[in-house]
Each structure stands twice: as structure tokens, then as C-alpha cells.
Antibody
Framework: EVQLVESGGGLGQPGGSLRLSCAAS????????MNWVRQAPGKGLEWLSY????????LDADSVKARFTISRDNAKNSLYLQMNSLRGDDTAIYYC?????????????WGQGTLVTVSS | ETVLTQSPATLSLSPGERATLSCRAS??????LAWYQQKPGQAPRLLIY???NRAAGIPARFSGSGSGTDFTLTISSLEPEDFAVYYC??????????FGQGTRLEIK
């Protein structure tokens, strides 16, 4: 069974940093590209970043480019999102999401999400 | 960036009725459009991908149609558990992958 479990959310300071993790199980992690998607309170879904299975290709939304960095450790079956220069509008639930073979951008599987609150 | 516009914003129907949700893209996305359902406190769930393909385990009452810029999600006969928020998403013109703003399907 595919499982994605996010962690690392919590209270972040404006201008500060947080690192989110997504622990994957139930599949060969390195075979799949992975994504981060967020949802601000009461709002819709926003795609943030994609990383290929090998980690060699990374693509980001303009809203987080140069502030957020996606990475992965295939030996640990883990996906990460390093969030720097946090702002109030980064407050959201952050989901990791996986596609399927050849369709990395169709989100068949989602984690339960981790809440990030940016406030002083 | 491809903007997806969903209509209506809110749809009020009764169980047993037919629901028709619309998603319009600002540019051609071919058939590369998906639909998700989200219930309060839960992650989104994939319903339909590539315009008309049901995801694994999705009941047959959910169907999708369309291509190019106009797409429809139809729920043939609403069950109580279908009342939720629905999002469309395109993967043709990315990055960025974009979502619509959502349609809230509520009980009348």
C-alpha cells in the first residue's frame, strides 16, 4: 500500500526557515517523481515543486522559486521541502503527492498534509 | 500560465440528482485535465484523469468529458458522500501545474 506521511510543519517566524519531510513507503521511491502542493486556509490547491525520481530535474512555481528548495534522499525514501524567507502567505497545509509511471503530474496519491503557520 | 476557471462556485443539489461541474482553461490543454474531490479535513482524492478516465476505485457515477478548453465532471446520481469540493487540474502546460479555484457541491 502506498503511504506518504508528511512531517516538519509547525510555527515558523516571518523571514525564518522550516524543513518539511515526506516519508514514502509501499513502492520503489526512486521510480517516481514527487511533488509538493499546498493549500492555504479555506483556499484552493497550489502546486509548488516537482522533482524527478533521480533528483536530477527540479521544477518550481514562481511563487516559491528561490525561497523553497525541493530535494529527496532515495536511500531514505524521503522527500523534502526546505522553506526559507517565510512569509505570512506561506501559511498552509503542505501535501506531498505522487503520480504514476509516466504521469508524474497526475496526483494519484497524497499524504495527509502538514500544517505550516507563519506568524510572529 | 494556464488559468482554469470552474463554474459554478457553489452548486446546491439533493441526493439522487445529477451534478454537472464545469472547468474552462485559458488555453488548450488537450485532454490533460484531472478532477479531484476534497472533503473537509482530508487530502484531495483523484477522481478522473486525462479528461475521462476514472481513477482506481472511483464509482461509475463519476464521469468526465471534454477536450481543448472545456471540460465537464458529471455525477449521475448524487450520494450523500459526494457533497464536497471539486477541483480541476491541468498538466499540459507546465510548469506550473495549475488548479481551478474549486466548486463546492452542497446539499440543498
Amino acid at each position: 500500500e502506498v503511504q506518504l506521511v508528511e512531517s516538519g510543519g509547525g510555527l515558523g517566524q516571518p523571514g525564518g526557515s522550516l524543513r518539511l519531510s515526506c516519508a514514502a513507503s509501499g513502492f520503489t521511491f526512486s521510480d517516481y517523481g514527487m511533488n509538493w502542493v499546498r493549500q492555504a486556509p479555506g483556499k484552493g490547491l497550489e502546486w509548488l515543486s516537482y522533482i524527478s525520481g533521480s533528483g536530477s530535474l527540479k521544477l518550481d512555481a514562481d511563487s516559491v522559486k528561490a525561497r523553497f528548495t525541493i530535494s529527496r534522499d532515495n536511500a531514505k525514501n524521503s522527500l523534502y521541502l526546505q522553506m526559507n524567507s517565510l512569509r505570512g502567505d506561506d501559511t498552509a497545509i503542505y501535501y506531498c503527492a505522487r503520480g504514476d509511471v509516466g504521469t508524474n503530474q497526475i496526483f494519484h496519491y497524497w499524504g495527509q498534509g502538514t500544517l505550516v503557520t507563519v506568524s510572529s | 500560465e494556464t488559468v482554469l476557471t470552474q463554474s459554478p462556485a457553489t452548486l446546491s443539489l439533493s441526493p439522487g440528482e445529477r451534478a454537472t461541474l464545469s472547468c474552462r482553461a485559458s488555453q488548450d490543454v488537450n485532454i490533460y485535465l484531472a478532477w479531484y474531490q476534497q472533503k473537509p479535513g482530508q487530502a484531495p482524492r483523484l477522481l478522473i484523469y486525462d479528461a475521462s478516465n476514472r481513477a482506481a476505485g472511483i464509482p461509475a457515477r463519476f464521469s468526465g468529458s471534454g477536450s481543448g478548453t472545456d471540460f465537464t465532471l458529471t455525477i449521475s446520481s448524487l450520494e450523500p458522500e459526494d457533497f464536497a469540493v471539486y477541483y480541476c487540474q491541468q498538466r499540459k502546460n507546465w510548469p506550473p501545474i495549475t488548479f481551478g479555484q474549486g466548486t463546492r457541491l452542497e446539499i440543498k
